[in-house]
């Protein structure tokens, strides 16, 4: 049950494109599509921004997108803005030991 | 516009049992798309999925967890609620209930913060 594996930091400057990785098993992202991702700013709940490994919501940024390959699922931001700045996190189903939903540790987004 | 509200007792003693309720509002909880779930986020840590629950009553939880938490919905009142058993520190965190869509949660509420403490 441990949670998906993604990098604590990343940081870009303004304008540039980052990508966050999520690692996760066979058990999970290896083969289901339910995978999303979440933008947490400080104080904040969190704020679904893709779905369905590759899917936004209804008002999220087209700058946000989504993909997976293998165990691994990954969430590009392109054209830096400061306003990117926060944390994120990766989530998926998950039938490690029985059916439940699992989230990545986050990852912390700086602008520089 | 859908609206998720918890409400919970703020400050609980160690070893006693932790009551957190979710009402929602602008929307159904009968609904045969969603389940419902509670999140938690230890302070200054990350996002933890706790159990969720489909308006039949079927329940899922975490396994680590599934010992000490037990999951209900009341559709009468459209609100579900979570009970954690024999709380120790490691269980204060900010309480999120949210509605899940295929394994997203994609509406969530302002969260509570839980204190265990004696």
């Known amino acids: 049950q441990s949670a998906l594996t993604q990098p604590a930091s990343v940081s870009g400057f303004p304008g540039q494109s980052i990508t966050i990785s999520c690692t996760g098993t066979?058990?999970?992202?290896?083969?289901?599509?339910?995978v999303s991702w979440y933008q947490q700013g400080p104080g904040k709940a969190p704020k679904l921004i893709v779905y369905?490994?590759?899917n936004r919501p209804s008002g999220v940024s087209i700058r946000f997108s989504g993909s997976k390959s293998g165990n691994t699922a990954s969430l590009t931001i392109s054209g830096l803005r400061t306003e990117d700045e926060a944390d994120y996190y990766c989530c998926s189903h998950t039938t490690n030991i029985a059916p439940h939903v699992l989230f990545g540790g986050g990852t912390k987004l700086t602008v520089l | 516009q859908l609206q998720l509200q918890e409400s919970g007792p703020g400050l609980v003693k160690p070893s006693e049992t932790l009551s957190l309720t979710c009402a929602v509002s602008?929307?159904?909880?009968?609904?045969?798309?969603?389940?419902w779930a509670w999140i938690r986020q230890p302070p200054g840590k990350g996002l933890e999925w706790i159990a969720s629950?489909?308006?039949?009553?079927?329940?899922y939880y975490k396994p680590s967890l599934k010992s000490r938490v037990v999951i209900s919905i009341d559709t009468s009142k459209n609100q579900f609620s979570l009970k954690v058993r024999s709380v120790t520190a490691a269980d204060t965190a900010i309480y999120y209930c949210a509605r899940e869509y295929r394994s997203s949660p994609e509406t969530w509420g302002q969260g509570t913060l839980i204190t265990v403490s004696s």
């Open positions: 369905e490994v590759n």
């Open positions: 629950v489909f308006y039949t009553g079927n329940t």
């Open positions: 602008g929307g159904s909880i009968s609904s045969n798309t969603f389940h």
């Open positions: 066979s058990s999970d992202i290896g083969t289901y599509e339910y």
